[in-house]
């Protein structure tokens, strides 16, 4: 539960916060604004239902700037500690206390695993419930197949729904289980109805009649390239 409303002057300055990182993230294609904001619901709506008291303002800015440690760089493996430097020289210039502004950045760092320091506060595990969340489901799907993951499209669903098990194995709030579990069925009807359909796509492929002196086994040929 939220341990209090946002004041006026907070809400002013989450207001500054979305166009700026409205702006940091519109060219991005995997993390992209979208995220972010979903993301930022996701956290909104397992804080309102989890006992544990929760301070709005450090959740909502930490939930806004999980990610623009991407922006700018080709890998993220460091996102989470680029991003806190970047949450340093934005608030140094706003009315945040240091002591805040150090939650907003245990929040960004603690997000990913890559950091190797996992969440210890509420505020940081909402967070990461709420990114995990986001990767899930079809919209989690079609983030894997826009990456720059190699492969074919069956190895990229099957890594899929292996990292759609993994992150809903490491959610820590029972609400965030309850969504997952709705988005984890759904990345397995997804990648269902996926699989159908490049079998068909193979049986097809097999059938097809070719004027050729001898048969060609289209089955291994399709194996090959797949």
Request: glycine share 6%; hydrophobic share 40%.
């Given at each position: 539960?939220?341990?209090?409303?946002?004041?006026?002057?907070?809400?002013?300055?989450?207001?500054?916060?979305?166009?700026?990182?409205?702006?940091?993230?519109s060219q991005s294609e995997r993390h992209d604004y979208s995220h972010i904001l979903q993301v930022v619901r996701y956290a909104i709506q397992i804080a309102r239902v989890i006992p544990d008291e929760v301070n709005p303002?450090?959740?909502?800015?930490?939930?806004?700037?999980?990610?623009?440690?991407?922006?700018?760089?080709?890998?993220?493996?460091?996102h989470g500690l680029r991003g806190a430097t970047i949450v340093d020289e934005y608030f140094d210039s706003t009315w945040v206390s240091p002591d805040v502004k150090k939650k907003i950045k245990r929040i960004v760092i603690?997000?990913?695993?890559?950091?190797?320091?996992?969440?210890?506060?509420?505020?940081?595990?909402?967070?990461?419930?709420?990114?995990?969340?986001?990767?899930?489901?079809?919209?989690?799907?079609?983030?894997?197949?826009?990456?720059?993951?190699?492969?074919?499209?069956?190895?990229?669903?099957?890594?899929?729904?292996?990292?759609?098990?993994?992150?809903?194995?490491?959610?820590?709030?029972?609400?965030?289980?309850?969504?997952?579990?709705?988005?984890?069925?759904?990345?397995?009807?997804?990648?269902?109805?996926?699989?159908?359909?490049?079998?068909?796509?193979?049986?097809?492929?097999?059938?097809?009649?070719?004027?050729?002196?001898?048969?060609?086994?289209?089955?291994?040929?399709?194996?090959?390239?797949?």
């Amino acid at each position: 539960m939220f341990e209090r409303n946002l004041t006026r002057r907070e809400m002013e300055l989450i207001e500054d916060i979305q166009e700026f990182i409205r702006g940091k993230h519109s060219q991005s294609e995997r993390h992209d604004y979208s995220h972010i904001l979903q993301v930022v619901r996701y956290a909104i709506q397992i804080a309102r239902v989890i006992p544990d008291e929760v301070n709005p303002f450090v959740l909502i800015c930490g939930a806004l700037f999980h990610d623009v440690g991407w922006i700018g760089t080709n890998t993220g493996v460091l996102h989470g500690l680029r991003g806190a430097t970047i949450v340093d020289e934005y608030f140094d210039s706003t009315w945040v206390s240091p002591d805040v502004k150090k939650k907003i950045k245990r929040i960004v760092i603690r997000h990913t695993a890559a950091s190797r320091m996992p969440p210890e506060t509420v505020e940081e595990k909402i967070v990461w419930d709420a990114d995990g969340l986001d990767g899930m489901g079809l919209i989690g799907i079609l983030r894997g197949l826009v990456s720059e993951e190699q492969g074919s499209i069956e190895e990229v669903l099957t890594n899929e729904f292996r990292e759609s098990r993994k992150t809903y194995d490491k959610l820590y709030f029972e609400e965030s289980r309850r969504i997952g579990k709705e988005l984890h069925e759904e990345t397995i009807e997804v990648i269902q109805g996926f699989k159908r359909a490049l079998d068909h796509r193979l049986k097809a492929i097999e059938q097809l009649a070719l004027p050729v002196e001898r048969p060609v086994n289209w089955a291994r040929v399709w194996t090959d390239i797949s």
